[in-house]
């Protein structure tokens, strides 16, 4: 069975935080169908506030510090992608942009991925579809149809056979069926150049 790594990125700010436990539960629930399916997966957990000061050196000089490095080449190779952001002023986290701003254009093309947030209020839900969605179309990737929002009421009101859970499960489906799908990556050869001599001799 070739196994699968799933990037699970939590920008969440609190310890512990809400939106590391929704992007651990959707990495679950992904795993879960995958295994139904004879694939296995492998979830590769992303704190981003443990990136935070690496990111921002990143953006400023525009290499990423060494520490970053491995975290861009496990998103860049998984086959799918959890990405999972706090409301932040009805919209995305500055810190969660900000990953997505310094990774290459080309990282998520064709990727498969999932997406969710958390917030104080159900009334921003919608920051998934008028932000987060459109960010990732930009990008070229493929986000699945069922996004998940978790508002303070849903986990006081969380069961397993509740509403948060059911949908947690069907985009855990969705994202499995799209990873499922696709042949498994070639391992990363790690003596390959990422750049051309002609670049390299330009300076590039
Ligand atoms: C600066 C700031 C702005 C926020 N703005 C919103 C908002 O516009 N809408 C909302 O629903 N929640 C907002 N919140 C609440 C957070 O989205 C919510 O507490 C989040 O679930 C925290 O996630 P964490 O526990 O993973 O850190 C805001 C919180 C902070 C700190």
């Keep these: 069975m070739s196994e699968r790594t799933i990037a699970v990125i939590s920008a969440g700010i609190g310890q512990p935080s809400s939106t590391r436990l929704l992007a651990d539960q959707l990495a679950a629930a992904t795993r879960a169908d995958l295994e139904h399916r004879g694939v296995a997966a492998r979830p ?27 975290t861009a080449d496990a998103v860049r190779g998984a086959a799918g992608l959890i990405a999972v952001t706090p409301v932040f002023n009805a919209s ?24 969710a947030a958390t917030g104080g209020t159900a009334r921003h839900s919608l920051a998934l579809e008028h932000a987060l969605r459109p960010l990732f179309a930009h990008l070229r990737a493929v ?21 948060l859970n059911a949908r947690i499960g069907r985009a855990g489906r ?20 990422t750049t051309s001599f002609e670049e390299l001799l330009a300076g590039e």
Excluded at 52 to 62: E, I, K, Q, R, S
Excluded at 153 to 163: K, N, Q, Y
Aim: proline share 12%.
């Design 143 to 163: 986000v699945v149809p069922t996004s998940v929002f978790a508002a303070p009421e849903d986990w006081a009101g969380a069961t397993a056979t509740g509403p």
């Design 44 to 70: 590769h957990p992303v704190d981003l506030r443990d990136h935070a000061h690496d990111l921002v050196n990143n953006l400023l000089t525009g290499f990423p510090p060494a520490a970053l490095q491995p």
């Design 174 to 193: 969705e994202l499995a069926d799209q990873i499922a799908r696709r042949e498994p990556a070639a391992p990363a050869d790690p003596f390959a150049l």
């Design 92 to 115: 995305y986290s500055g810190l969660f942009k900000l990953f997505f701003d310094v990774l290459d254009d080309a990282a998520l093309v064709d990727k498969p991925v999932l997406i």
